[in-house]
């Protein structure tokens, strides 16, 4: 079967995204039935959440910061000097519609997905998962959920977050560098809508989704011992970051920039 081969991959491809499907139908429908795993649900948001606040706190500063510095050197050189101000609307809907929700749900993917991946695969590795089944637990229950259920919470929190941080910093270089700060809010609020930071949140919802199933896939499918835990491991990174990248294309090509009617 030689002519076969060349489609293999493409049969492997779309095997494995119906059983990422299949896992996401399955987890969501477990979020509303009880019983729910409260304790194992508070751990995740703990994980999720209050752990990722350092890193998320240093990318939103520093992207907030150059984005600001290339903002203001792009108005102080081709437009001219005085206008830097006008960059206070460009600053912050870039950062709370595109960048805050890719850099957190990126940072989130390095630090957490991973660390899902690894902890479920090596109960899968050391049969544990197998122990639940014959103690008549159900492992999507136990394990998937929880996890799904924080990012889905968190996700947007932090990205609320980030815009906080990230919008701030934005300000701050822009301030130092002699900008009016007065100027620069009144142009960010002139042309800055809800609308913008909602759109940021809905992409971190589903990047979250995105994240948990994922990770929780790689973990369920790990084999081959500790190897196979890392590749595995490997693979729920760039998987996250690639569809996170594209995911974000979509999603802002389909959310409308603005709900207000002109």
């Not at 990422?20 to 399955?26: I, M």
């Not at 508070?42 to 240093?58: A, D, K, S, W, Y």
């Not at 101000?85 to 460009?90: E, P, V």
């Not at 159900?138 to 977050?161: E, G, H």
Request: a positive charge; aromatic letters at 10%.
């Amino acid at each position: 079967m030689a002519g076969a081969r060349p489609w293999r991959p493409v049969r492997t491809f779309f095997e494995q995204l119906g059983e990422v499907g299949l896992l996401a139908a399955v987890s969501f429908g477990n979020l509303f039935k009880k019983p729910w795993e409260k304790t194992n649900f508070i751990l995740q948001l703990e994980e999720v959440g209050v752990r990722t606040v350092p890193v998320v706190t240093l990318t939103a500063a520093f992207g907030g910061l150059v984005f600001g510095l290339q903002t203001y050197s792009g108005f102080h050189r081709y437009i001219g000097p005085g206008t830097e101000a006008y960059g206070g609307s460009i600053i912050s809907i870039g950062l709370v519609r595109e960048l805050i929700p890719i850099w957190v749900a990126v940072m989130v993917s390095g630090r957490v997905a991973s660390a899902m991946t690894a902890e479920i695969g090596t109960m899968r590795i050391t049969e544990q998962i197998e122990a639940l089944f014959s103690l008549g637990a159900d492992p999507n229950k136990y394990l998937v959920v929880p996890r799904l259920a924080a990012c889905l919470i968190m996700l947007p929190c932090l990205t609320l977050y980030g815009d906080l941080v990230g919008v701030f910093c934005g300000w701050l270089y822009n301030v130092l560098m002699g900008v009016s700060g007065f100027a620069y809010i009144q142009s960010a609020m002139i042309y800055m809508e809800i609308w913008d930071v909602a759109v940021g949140l809905i992409k971190a919802l589903i990047f979250g989704a995105v994240i948990a199933v994922v990770a929780c896939w790689n973990g369920l499918k790990a084999e081959g011992g500790a190897k196979g835990v890392g590749r595995a491991t490997t693979r729920t990174v760039v998987i996250s970051a690639v569809s996170i990248l594209i995911l974000n294309f979509f999603l802002s090509k389909a959310l409308p920039a603005t709900l207000l009617q002109k």
